[in-house]
């Protein structure tokens, strides 16, 4: 049976709560000090929440509830008395995974928990990693070169956004050719030379980003940002860069 | 008891428990419009009118909608009088 956490600490709500929702484990709270508590030492399901408590506001706990990106998030519903758009959109904006008005309809309110149940913890999900003037899209998969605002993309295949957005998540560290193989293709048979050309294809691509990667002998690849090289959407017409001498930053 | 509409079943029980917390709820109210606590006046407005529906009074509940916005534009004259007609309705359906 799913633990529902129940905060509002209007008796009327709790009542018609109460006797919509028998299915499942419910628990109480009058305010967000109680809510808290609960929420550390219950096990929750899913949350329902209203806005105005006697001790803040409903989103104070939901920006809370919010952990770091990509851990699951306890579901919440706001059930509120509030209709306008502007407090439906702020809601779902801080992370609730839906917006009940009331007065609702039981049936309304226990398909919605079923739908939010269903969906199970949500992730927030990080959409976009920026470095420098790089701006690699996660989801898509896509790299992009930000010129002046103006998003180019930069065509990476599969492979080299793998190799881009491993060196981005591990900035700083150097990568040995041998490790690399191991990390990007796993089992897959590829030569080391074949490694060295992926390199140097995604380099060529990063012409148009203030990052490159430098590869010191023996030791292996890096990335770096180069903040003195700096571009501008004219770049886009040029065949060559005229740049003023690198000045290499250390990325950790 | 006597509802404006049909409620569910399982809520009937509720509705003499809802009724007795408005008569009660009746005093606070004109304390709270002899001060002009508007912000206190609202939030039991705003409470009112997303469950008076669901107890079997959606009159109540419009009401309840009126006199929120009235303390939101603190407009006391036509809180008195929104206050009136509550008070009128509530007392068609008390026991």
């Known amino acids: 049976m799913e633990t529902i956490l129940i905060i509002d600490d209007n008796i009327e709500t709790q009542i018609l709560l109460k006797t919509i929702l028998k299915s499942y484990k419910l628990i109480v709270a009058y305010n967000l000090k109680e809510a808290e508590t609960y929420f550390q030492t219950e096990k929750i399901d899913l949350i329902l929440l209203d806005l105005y408590l006697p001790d803040g506001n409903g989103l104070m706990f939901l920006k809370k509830l919010c952990p770091e990106p990509n851990v699951p998030k306890v579901p919440v519903i706001i059930i509120s008395s509030s209709d306008d758009i502007t407090s439906k959109v702020t809601g779902l904006k801080s992370g609730a995974d839906d917006f009940i008005t009331k007065p609702f309809a039981p049936e309304d309110l226990q398909a919605r928990i079923i739908s939010v149940l269903r969906r199970g913890p949500a992730r927030h999900t990080i959409e976009f990693l920026n470095l420098g003037n790089l701006v690699l899209d996660l989801i898509e998969h896509q790299a992009k070169a930000d010129l002046d605002g103006k998003l180019i993309d930069l065509n990476l295949t599969p492979i080299e956004f793998k190799i881009l957005l491993n060196f981005c998540n591990h900035l700083g560290h150097e990568y040995s050719r041998e490790e690399l193989k191991q990390l990007i293709w796993k089992d897959t048979y590829i030569s080391l030379r074949n490694v060295d050309t992926h390199i140097c294809n995604l380099r060529k691509k990063l012409e148009l980003t203030n990052i490159d990667i430098q590869n010191k002998r023996s030791r292996g690849y890096f990335l770096i940002v180069n903040t003195y090289k700096k571009f501008s959407s004219a770049h886009l017409f040029t065949d060559s860069f005229d740049l003023p001498k690198a000045k290499q930053i250390s990325c950790y | ?95």
């Open chain 2, 1 to 95: 008891m006597r509802t404006e509409i049909p409620i569910q079943k399982e809520i009937e029980p509720f509705v003499s428990f809802f009724l007795d917390s408005r008569a009660k709820e009746i005093l606070t109210i004109e304390q709270l419009i002899a001060d002009k606590n508007y912000s206190e006046l609202e939030k039991i407005f705003h409470n009112l009118k997303g469950v008076s529906k669901s107890f079997g009074f959606p009159t109540l509940g419009n009401i309840a909608l009126e006199l929120e916005r009235a303390c939101v534009e603190k407009n006391i004259t036509l809180a008195i009088s929104l206050f009136s007609d509550l008070k009128s309705y509530l007392r068609k359906y008390s026991h």
